[in-house]
T-cell receptor, first 114, second 113 residues
Framework: GENVEQHPSTLSVQEGDSAVIKCTYS??????FPWYKQELGKRPQLIID?????GEKKDQRIAVTLNKTAKHFSLHITETQPEDSAVYFC?????????????FGKGTHLIIQP | DAGITQSPRHKVTETGTPVTLRCHQT?????MYWYRQDPGHGLRLIHY???????DKGEVSDGYSVSRSKTEDFLLTLESATSSQTSVYFC????????????FGSGTRLTVV
């Protein structure tokens, strides 16, 4: 099955600086890579996603890059703000082998220091 | 959010008792999922469904069963709850298909004592 590794587990940055979270996946057949943000006590919410036929996607201050050859993808947040503090999860799509859906990384706790 | 609700929101139960969690959606989406979330483990897939009476196991299915007799309801049952099943359980639906983004329910916090 798919295995998704996410790093770092905790990331502390100064407000206004950039943050980068990295994920690797194992199944070369995976073709969809979403990122979720989860605030304390809330449900995970989709913030951006990318498909394997695209190398980069941007939405205002957040962007995702994908390197299919190396099987890794990254979330980039620029000009970080206090409301960016949350846990972020990456995921990769899987099909077959007993599970059609998403495999998630273990999460990165992003802390924005004032 | 895409009309997905989970019940109950919180539950405390005793070891060995059966427990059923409910996920209800209002928009007839085909794919539904149950995940559990534990510190240090992220979100792990328990079971999923791709239609009425079509269900399959995920990564951590031992000790859990599911049923989907109607499109809108996906039930997760712990046949005999154990302390290791203390967790937050999230239901999710996929609006467009298995390889599209999910919308999650608000979660059920289950404590087994």
């Amino acid at each position: 099955g798919e295995n998704v590794e996410q790093h770092p587990s905790t990331l502390s940055v100064q407000e206004g600086d950039s943050a980068v979270i990295k994920c690797t996946y194992s199944d070369s057949a995976s073709n969809y890579f979403p990122w979720y943000k989860q605030e304390l006590g809330k449900r995970p919410q989709l913030i951006i996603d990318i498909r394997s036929n695209v190398g980069e996607k941007k939405d205002q201050r957040i962007a995702v890059t994908l390197n299919k050859t190396a099987k890794h993808f990254s979330l980039h947040i620029t000009e970080t703000q206090p409301e960016d503090s949350a846990v972020y999860f990456c995921a990769a799509s899987i099909k077959g082998g007993g599970a059609d859906g998403l495999t998630f990384g273990k999460g990165t706790h992003l802390i924005i220091q004032p | 959010d895409a009309g997905i609700t989970q019940s109950p929101r919180h539950k405390v139960t005793e070891t060995g008792t059966p427990v059923t969690l409910r996920c209800h959606q209002t928009e007839n989406h085909r794919y539904m999922y149950w995940y559990r979330q534990d510190p240090g483990h992220g979100l792990r897939l328990i079971h999923y469904s791709y239609g009425v009476k079509d269900t399959d196991k995920g990564e951590v299915s031992d000790g859990y069963s599911v049923s989907r007799s109607k499109t809108e309801d996906f039930l997760l049952t712990l046949e005999s709850a154990t302390s290791s099943q203390t967790s937050v359980y999230f239901c999710a639906i996929s609006v467009q298909g298995w390889d599209y983004g999910y919308t999650f329910g608000s979660g059920t916090r289950l404590t087994v004592v």
